[in-house]
Each structure stands twice: as structure tokens, then as C-alpha cells.
């Protein structure tokens, strides 16, 4: 795909041509990658992925989401210079889903963005949507990195701050470039950032104290030496919490498995809790310690002297920051009086942990859709406030 620029400075007329063409080979496949860490360097909120996690992402075979997905990548060049990147992609289980959920037949996806300048995004999207619609798509969500349990949507507030682990960062230039080739917003997802060291207000001390007390109720952390079974029991309240929402593609077993193993180095059995009512888990919450925070300092390289510093931070974390990825409440139980309480109960212990056992001061909800109601009243009542929004954009191929 060819892609004429005109630049006019004074009655100076520059032309230049962005050829936008499939990733194809080994040397393609290491500069779609390498393309990130050049036009990000700059940008000190940037935190720069393991180069070995993002080839992992975009490997069959290594990442699960390829058993039901088809993905193809492009390399925008100007002569011989690598000026942008993009992936489009078809995952078909999001074929499944309800329209009204977001996805649906017909529904297909782009991501992975970088490029230099708006003609090279131009000429990137529009070769993704000529591959999406070759495909049979009608429409274009977008944009996902891969899929929505990875780096949805586009940065679009918050670029003053680094993001948080399995976050994304945007160039603030890209929201303008994508509006101009027609995508129109589909869903805000948002996070919220809140002061751990702080007490929860009266009203919601009240309401914990009040479960506390309520002997139907238990909350208890996960156990590493079971931490296939607790992986399964999140899981399955996970799908079934989430499978109303917007969005919502349920996780297959080759997924957990994938994800398990990937988080297990994060995982602190203080910090991680399921609820059971009655003997049975009803919830649960996934908090991790943020692992940017120390990813930014070794600026995405383990070599020389970065796995060192990550080793040594992953025996006990220390930092600023914890995130909560997750979290969710049995469906028959989600407009009840009970999940609020759960919720606030499984945050008070975190919050507490988090503080006295590892020295964090912050923590980072989300992201959370921005009409999703109950999470909201959740993030209000424990005096939190949005510090990053993500948009999802949508366009009729």
C-alpha cells in the first residue's frame, strides 16, 4: 500500500512515500518489534517491555490467544526506513460473543500502533482494514494489543505518569490521528488511583466490620502450593463475572495455564484473596506489585546487569505502587448488598498488607469501564480518582 505525504514549508514542497507491506521474515518480524523501543525512548513515562515478553505475545505457539485468533503484521517503510507498525487481527471466539457486548460477528481488531508520523498511521490503518475486510470483517474495534485481557484501548488521559504492569502507554499524538480516519469512541476504560496509607471513610469501616462479623464469610488468601486450584476457582468466577460485560471474551483452559505461569513470579499469597459465603468462593481480587516500577529502571533489558535487579525485586517487592488487574463477584450475588461488602473487606486486607508487609504507599485500580456502575460506586466510596483513560474506538469497514 503506497501513501503519498505533502509537506509545505514556505514555497519548500516535500514528497515522500510510506509503503505499508506484510511483516514477512525473521528480520521484519525483529524490526516490528524494535520499532517501539526507538520512537518511545524519549518519553520517560514509556516503560519499555521485555523484549522477550513481546515476542512472546506475538508468537503461535508461545501465547495461547493464537489457538483461536488469526493475526497478520505490517511494516510501514519511506525508502528503507522503518517509519510505523501494526497488527490486525480475528479473534474467534470474540466472533461469538453478542454484538451488543461489543463484539460479535463480523468484529475484527488492530493494535500494536507506532508510527512516526500521521501519513505512515493513515497508510498503517488502512492496510489493516484492507486485510480485516479480506477476512470478511464489517467493522473495526480497535485498538486491542492482542486481546482485550492484554493492553486494550488507547491511552487518551494520563500521559503525565508512567502506566502500571500490563497497562499501555500512547503517544498523546495518536488519539487525533485515529479520529481523523473516522473511528468513532466506542468505551472508556478507566483506572483509579488511590492513597493505600489513608483509612477507609466511617460508612465503609462500618460495612467491614459488619462482615467481619457475619460468620458465612471468609476470605482467605491463595495458596501457592495450590496455586493451579485457586488459578481455576478465579478463573471460573472470573467468566462468570464478567460474561455480561462489554467486551467480555471468556478465558479458554490453555489461557489460564499460559497466565498462571506468567504471573506466578508476581504473585504474593497476602495479596491475592478469594471470598466464600457459606464454604463456597463467591469473589475474588488480584492485586500485584507493580513490576514497571523496576522495568523502567533496567529500561527493558535484562543484560548485563537487569535480571539482576528484577531477581532481587521479585524475592520480596518493594515499591510505591500495587495494582488491582482484577477482581469480580458471582453474577447471582452482583446486585446485592453482599458483593459490595466482599469487595470492601477483600480491599481493607490488601490495602493493609500492602502497607505493613511491603512498604507500598499507592495503589491503581483497573481498568474498570467507565459505565460499569457498581465498580464505580466502589472506586468513589474509597475516595479514589481516575488517573488514566483508555478509549476503544470503532469504525464500519
Known sequence: MHCPLQAN??????????????????????????????????????VPPLRSEVTELLTPGKNPFHEHATMQLFLARRGDAVVGRISAHIDHLA?????????????????????EDEAAAHALIAAAEDWLRGQGMTRALAPLSLSIWEEP?????????PATVMMGHDKAEYQGWIEHDGYT???????????????????????????????????????LK?????????IGILNDAWSNNWGFVPFTESEIAH????????????????????????????????????ILK????????????????????????????????????????LASQLAFMMIG?????????YGFTRGEIGWILEDNQGMVAIADAIVSHKNREYSIYEKAL
Open 9 to 46: 514549508k514556505g514555497s519548500i514542497v516535500a514528497q515522500a512515500e510510506v509503503i505499508v507491506a506484510k511483516v514477512g521474515n525473521k528480520a521484519d518480524f525483529n524490526a516490528f518489534v524494535d520499532l517501539a523501543y526507538r520512537l518511545n525512548r524519549s518519553d520517560p513515562n514509556w
Open 95 to 115: 466472533l461469538t460473543q453478542p454484538s451488543a457486548q461489543g463484539m460479535g460477528p463480523g468484529t475484527g481488531n488492530w493494535g500494536l500502533l507506532e508510527a
Open 153 to 161: 484501548g488507547l491511552l487518551t488521559k494520563g500521559h503525565d505518569h
Open 185 to 223: 469512541l466506542a468505551k472508556t476504560l478507566v483506572t483509579y488511583e488511590v492513597d493505600i496509607t489513608e483509612a477507609f471513610p466511617p460508612l465503609i469501616q462500618r460495612i467491614v466490620q459488619s462482615g467481619e462479623r457475619n460468620a458465612r464469610i471468609r476470605i482467605r488468601q491463595v495458596e
Open 226 to 234: 495450590h496455586f493451579d486450584r485457586d488459578a481455576q476457582i478465579i
Open 259 to 294: 497466565t498462571g505461569k506468567k504471573l506466578k513470579p508476581l504473585v504474593r499469597e497476602d495479596l491475592i484473596l478469594i471470598a466464600e459465603y457459606d464454604g463456597r468462593p463467591v469473589a475474588f481480587m488480584m492485586t500485584l506489585p507493580d513490576l514497571n516500577e523496576v
Open 298 to 337: 533496567v529500561r527493558g533489558k535484562l543484560l548485563p546487569f537487569g535480571w539482576a535487579r528484577l531477581l532481587w525485586w521479585l524475592r520480596k517487592p518493594r515499591g510505591r505502587t500495587i495494582r488491582v488487574p482484577l477482581m469480580g463477584v458471582l453474577k447471582e450475588y452482583q446486585s446485592s448488598r
Open 349 to 357: 486486607d490488601i490495602r493493609r498488607t500492602a502497607v505493613q508487609h
